[in-house]
């Protein structure tokens, strides 16, 4: 097939091609987010199945984002060596594989393969259908088409879970691995006739095998240590030797980076503070969005005792609110400095999140759906800025390069801050209810008075008084657990809520670094 530039595809297709090459694009990136939410509201069957814990089912979130978020480098190296389309369709292949592994594995270490792959082919696809919208838009659109980006990516968040739901409900959880597997063949086939093919005309270097296993053991090792932390003990010996370990390969990394040819990290990029100051709102940005969006369906059935399906359209309201709302706040990124809207959607995003930690078991659905709409909202004034600033900051060539580093560290944040939330859930749940369990004493008044009328309603039920006492305790026990699952979840969005508050700081830099000329 001839090598076909964007401006090829444009003769051919005429102006609509702008709206096919997007559609098709974005129903690819579409599905490799949907395909790493949609496993969340799986997290309470897998424990169930395997009989794990919540640390060891969240793998099959991280280790598909962990993978994801170290392929993000690997965009300008696939895109060079084989051109915008036939880098997408490997991957894609590559993606479809992966699924069919996990829906057919025999245990969960196979399925956790399968998402590896996955994540490996999503964290190509993302950067790259960002640089094809960022080169078949016009330079006064691109908040535009950013915002559009954004829009295919937040409806998928929304929309993961809820599809997770319906068929965990409806077929069972093994077939949450096959349902995106059709919009995959669909994307594929409108890549092979849409996506743009000629090839860089810099020379492409060897694969950079060295730095991406060190890159792939570094981010192991960093997931490994806080994911198993507060199991093994934080000072363990398997813990300080997963820490060691993470730690020299980071730094082996970088070295590896620093030198002539290195094809993944480019460091004289963050000689750009414009597009420094972004990537650090990028990384905190990812840590609040991905830490949400985990939380927010298991709060729903853990805490509330939801369905999966329930849960999982606890997150659909605000999802479909921001897809409406984008399209006027990229029209807006085009036409104002872009740290007005990064510093008001991170605000609104902190708010909206410290309402999400006053929620509790007593928290209506539609109540619980409205704060999340609030913090969504924040989120549809950063997404088309953050992006737009960050690759508009860069010349022309350099945005592949541009395009996966500043997607590396948003899904970098992501990673962590679903892996720090999980074990901030452990801790801060031990933590209450270990205070709750000492104040149950027989000098507490309230608890005797509970207990007693406990004891007093089953008994009158005709429950023998040597049962009803062990059922009021066991009764008791539930609720402490239940309070103490609560308390957790809240102060997990509290963190989550002053992390965005946070952000105002690079947020402040990136407003004060002038653009480049």
């Given at each position: 097939?001839?090598r076909?530039?964007?401006?090829d595809?444009?003769?051919?297709y005429g102006p609509?091609?702008?709206w096919?090459v997007?559609?098709g694009?974005l129903?690819?990136?579409?599905?490799?987010?949907?395909?790493?939410?949609?496993?969340?509201v799986?997290?309470?069957?897998?424990?169930?199945?395997?009989?794990?814990?919540?640390?060891?089912?969240?793998f099959?979130?991280?280790?598909?984002?962990t993978?994801?978020?170290?392929?993000?480098?690997?965009?300008a190296?696939?895109?060079g060596?084989?051109?915008?389309?036939?880098?997408?369709?490997?991957v894609l292949?590559?993606?479809?594989l992966g699924?069919?592994?996990?829906?057919?594995s025999?245990?969960l270490?196979?399925?956790?393969?399968?998402r590896?792959?996955?994540?490996?082919?999503?964290?190509i696809?993302?950067?790259?259908?960002?640089?094809?919208?960022?080169?078949?838009?016009?330079?006064?659109?691109?908040?535009?088409?950013?915002?559009i980006?954004?829009?295919?990516?937040?409806?998928a968040?929304g929309?993961?879970?809820?599809?997770?739901?319906?068929?965990?409900?409806v077929?069972g959880?093994r077939?949450?691995?096959?349902?995106?597997?059709?919009?995959?063949?669909?994307?594929?086939?409108a890549?092979?006739?849409?996506?743009?093919?000629?090839?860089?005309?810099?020379k492409?270097g060897?694969?950079?095998?060295?730095?991406?296993v060190?890159?792939?053991?570094?981010?192991?090792?960093?997931?490994?240590?806080?994911?198993?932390?507060?199991?093994?003990?934080?000072t363990?010996?398997?813990s300080?030797?997963?820490?060691?370990?993470?730690?020299?390969?980071?730094?082996?990394?970088?070295?590896?980076q620093?030198?002539?040819?290195?094809?993944?990290l480019?460091?004289?990029?963050?000689?750009?503070?414009?597009?420094?100051?972004?990537v650090?709102?990028?990384?905190?940005?990812?840590?609040?969005?991905?830490a949400?969006?985990y939380a927010?369906?298991v709060?729903?059935?853990?805490?509330?005792?939801?369905?999966?399906?329930?849960?999982?359209?606890?997150?659909?309201?605000a999802s479909l609110?921001?897809?409406?709302?984008?399209?006027?706040?990229?029209?807006?990124t085009?036409?104002?400095p872009?740290?007005?809207?990064?510093?008001?959607?991170?605000?609104?995003?902190?708010?909206?999140?410290?309402?999400?930690?006053?929620?509790?078991?007593?928290?209506?659905f539609?109540?619980?759906?409205?704060y999340?709409?609030?913090a969504?909202?924040?989120m549809?004034?950063?997404?088309?800025?953050l992006?737009?600033t960050?690759?508009g900051?860069?010349?022309?060539?350099?945005?592949?390069?541009?395009?996966?580093?500043?997607?590396?560290f948003?899904q970098?944040?992501?990673?962590?801050?679903?892996?720090?939330?999980?074990?901030?859930?452990?801790?801060?749940?031990?933590?209450?209810?270990d205070?709750?369990?000492?104040?149950q004493?027989?000098?507490?008044?309230s608890?005797?008075?509970?207990?007693?009328?406990?004891?007093?309603?089953?008994?009158?039920?005709?429950?023998?008084?040597?049962?009803?006492?062990?059922?009021?305790?066991g009764?008791?026990?539930?609720?402490?657990?239940?309070?103490?699952n609560?308390?957790?979840?809240?102060d997990?969005?509290l963190?989550?809520?002053?992390?965005?508050?946070?952000?105002?700081?690079?947020a402040y830099?990136?407003?004060?670094?002038a653009?480049n000329?």
């Amino acid at each position: 097939m001839a090598r076909d530039t964007v401006e090829d595809l444009f003769d051919r297709y005429g102006p609509s091609y702008r709206w096919f090459v997007t559609i098709g694009g974005l129903t690819a990136s579409f599905t490799m987010v949907l395909t790493g939410t949609i496993v969340n509201v799986a997290v309470p069957d897998v424990m169930g199945a395997y009989g794990v814990g919540q640390d060891k089912a969240q793998f099959l979130s991280t280790a598909f984002i962990t993978t994801m978020t170290a392929s993000q480098l690997l965009n300008a190296w696939f895109v060079g060596k084989f051109g915008q389309r036939d880098a997408f369709i490997i991957v894609l292949s590559i993606f479809l594989l992966g699924g069919l592994i996990c829906g057919f594995s025999p245990n969960l270490n196979v399925i956790i393969f399968g998402r590896v792959m996955q994540g490996f082919a999503a964290g190509i696809v993302q950067p790259l259908v960002m640089v094809t919208l960022f080169q078949v838009f016009p330079a006064d659109r691109r908040g535009t088409a950013m915002a559009i980006y954004g829009m295919g990516l937040v409806l998928a968040l929304g929309l993961g879970p809820v599809v997770g739901g319906v068929t965990i409900d409806v077929l069972g959880w093994r077939n949450i691995f096959f349902v995106p597997l059709p919009l995959v063949v669909i994307a594929l086939t409108a890549g092979i006739f849409l996506m743009p093919s000629a090839l860089n005309q810099r020379k492409t270097g060897a694969f950079d095998w060295y730095g991406y296993v060190l890159l792939c053991i570094s981010l192991y090792c960093m997931m490994s240590a806080i994911g198993h932390g507060q199991r093994d003990g934080w000072t363990s010996d398997r813990s300080m030797t997963v820490i060691f370990i993470g730690l020299t390969a980071t730094i082996g990394f970088v070295i590896s980076q620093l030198r002539p040819g290195s094809s993944m990290l480019d460091f004289s990029l963050f000689k750009n503070v414009r597009f420094a100051s972004a990537v650090v709102v990028a990384i905190v940005f990812g840590i609040g969005n991905f830490a949400s969006t985990y939380a927010i369906p298991v709060f729903g059935q853990l805490v509330q005792g939801y369905t999966a399906t329930v849960a999982g359209f606890l997150m659909l309201p605000a999802s479909l609110f921001v897809v409406m709302i984008l399209p006027i706040t990229g029209r807006l990124t085009d036409r104002v400095p872009p740290q007005y809207p990064i510093m008001g959607g991170l605000l609104v995003f902190a708010f909206g999140s410290l309402l999400l930690a006053s929620a509790d078991i007593n928290t209506s659905f539609w109540t619980f759906a409205f704060y999340t709409i609030i913090a969504r909202f924040g989120m549809s004034f950063i997404t088309p800025a953050l992006m737009s600033t960050a690759l508009g900051s860069l010349p022309p060539d350099r945005l592949n390069q541009g395009s996966g580093t500043i997607n590396f560290f948003r899904q970098l944040g992501g990673a962590t801050g679903i892996n720090s939330l999980v074990v901030v859930l452990e801790m801060r749940t031990q933590f209450h209810s270990d205070a709750y369990t000492v104040t149950q004493t027989a000098s507490n008044s309230s608890t005797r008075e509970l207990l007693s009328n406990l004891e007093s309603v089953l008994t009158g039920s005709g429950v023998p008084a040597s049962q009803a006492s062990q059922i009021a305790i066991g009764h008791l026990g539930r609720m402490v657990e239940a309070q103490a699952n609560t308390m957790g979840f809240q102060d997990g969005f509290l963190i989550i809520g002053v992390v965005f508050i946070l952000a105002l700081i690079p947020a402040y830099i990136l407003a004060r670094a002038a653009p480049n000329k």
